[in-house]
């Protein structure tokens, strides 16, 4: 499998992400959104983006490890925050950065869509990935 990060002069330069992914590999892991609740389904850092954050892509790179793959063969996350303020966001970013580097991982194609909410009550960040191996 092979990972190329592209960032292009003709386009505005990427803060914290990639602007064009082209991956090559014969398996294809899809991930469902993930929020930061912990195994007993207690929703992790109520009010807080930061650690929201932080959770939530901790979880998306544990479903991302259970398929068999790792951090570095993700190529595409998509980020759904409710209430997406410059505040908030700087803060989401700090969480978001801290669990990706931890895991290991890098940066990759990124979506940040703001919502008016999630299905979780309380839940300000939810994140899925997508990962290709082989």
Known sequence: MTIQKINPDTIA??????????????????????????????????????TQGYHTVKNAYAAIAASGANPKDVVRMMVYVVDPTQENLEKLYGGLARATSEAGGSTTAMTLIGVVGLSTPGALVEADMTAITD
């Open 13 to 50: 330069p990427p803060h914290g992400h990639t602007q064009v992914i082209v991956a090559t590999g014969s398996k294809h892991v899809y991930i469902s959104g993930q929020i930061a609740i912990d195994v007993d389904e207690k929703l992790l850092g109520e009010g807080d983006y930061e």
